[in-house]
């Protein structure tokens, strides 16, 4: 028997727009991957901040945008 608990990743596409703390910044978009029912609106978001802080090359930022979509048309 198979264990179709487990539920797939689905692929989003985000976009954000964010300043560093010493005023640059910039808008940037990518794919993350998340797990209905493992991952929340919450660490996804979070996931986004960290790629866009390494992008940066901050530790703080303020966002001024954020859309989540699945990545599909």
């Given amino acids: 028997m198979s264990d179709t608990s ?7 596409h985000w ?6 703390g010493d005023g640059r910044m910039g808008t940037f978009d990518g ?3 998340a797990v209905p029912g493992v991952h ?3 660490s996804t978001y979070q996931t986004v901040c960290q790629q866009v802080a390494q ?4 530790d703080g930022l303020t966002v001024f945008f954020y859309s989540l979509t699945p990545n599909q048309i």
């Avoid at 487990?6 to 989003?12: C, L």
């Avoid at 992008?55 to 901050?58: C, P």
């Fill in 40 to 42: 929340t609106q919450d």
């Fill in 55 to 58: 992008l940066l090359g901050t």
């Fill in 15 to 20: 976009i954000m727009t964010a300043q560093a």
């Fill in 6 to 12: 487990q539920t797939e990743p689905i692929t989003y």
């Fill in 31 to 33: 794919p993350v991957s």
